[in-house]
């Protein structure tokens, strides 16, 4: 299988006057194309400061993480910009859709950003979503899983080899959970190699592999 992430002896360490906290010991972690992981722990264990290097978001202080074979920690922003664009997308809990824009305007400039622009990709994402009919609808007039699903449009638009996901079901209804469950499992079969954290055990269930990250450090 090809090798889509690898991450290698990840420190983060925070400062707040004369006191450091350790966000990240050590952490490796590979991800090959087509696989459907969960990382949980508690709140506070680091998922959301790992899915930040892991994304080129923030540096690590020590290891280093490369994508598709090119390494994206520790270089300056316009190169981590690039291939964030090129070869990752990403579903946060908020700010994945820009108020101002329709759900397929959304969809658009996230692919010219990556040097893309293709209305037939959008089109048959958004009908795969079941959102063909709000492809021109504001966020602001989506329901709770629409906007979970546009913004899961948004971050496959580029066509990305990784999928990095935060807390992707944690507001929405049951139904709308496994919808998503399901349109992430579509991913993963496509050949895309989707990373999730989250604390839903059922989207846990439907991976295939489950880490877990406790005190900064993955437990065995």
């Known amino acids: ?3 889509v992430l690898a991450a290698s002896g990840l420190y983060k360490f925070y400062h707040s006057g004369d006191e ?7 952490v490796d972690l590979s991800l090959e194309a087509g696989s459907f992981t969960a990382l949980m722990g508690p709140s ?4 959301s400061t790992l899915l930040a290097c892991l994304a080129g978001l923030d540096d690590p202080d020590g290891g280093s993480v490369s994508v598709c074979g090119d390494i994206i ?20 809990q908020n ?7 329709s759900v397929t305007d959304n969809m658009r400039l996230q692919q010219l950003i990556a040097g893309k622009d293709s209305e037939k990709t959008r089109i048959d994402l958004l009908e795969r979503l079941g959102l063909g009919h709000r492809a021109h609808a504001l966020p602001s007039q989506l329901s709770g899983g629409e906007s979970a699903r546009a913004g899961l449009a948004v971050a496959l638009s580029p066509a990305p080899a990784l999928l990095i996901c935060d807390e992707p079901t944690a507001e929405v209804d049951a139904d709308a959970e496994q919808d998503i469950i399901g349109l992430l499992l579509q991913q993963s079969e496509r050949g895309v ?20 990250l406790d005190d900064g450090k993955i437990m065995p």
Request: hydrophobic content about 45%; glycine content about 10%; proline content about 3%.
């Open 95 to 101: 700010g994945n859709l820009l108020e101002h824009l």
């Open 1 to 3: 299988m090809t090798l």
């Open 73 to 92: 920690s520790r270089r300056p922003e316009p190169h981590r910009a690039r291939l964030r664009a090129r070869s990752i997308g990403m579903l946060m």
């Open 20 to 26: 450091e906290t350790a966000a990240l010991r050590g």
């Open 44 to 47: 506070g264990s680091g998922k």
């Open 193 to 212: 190699a989707v990373l999730v954290a989250t604390h839903s055990d059922l989207l846990a269930k439907a991976t295939g592999t489950v880490i877990r």
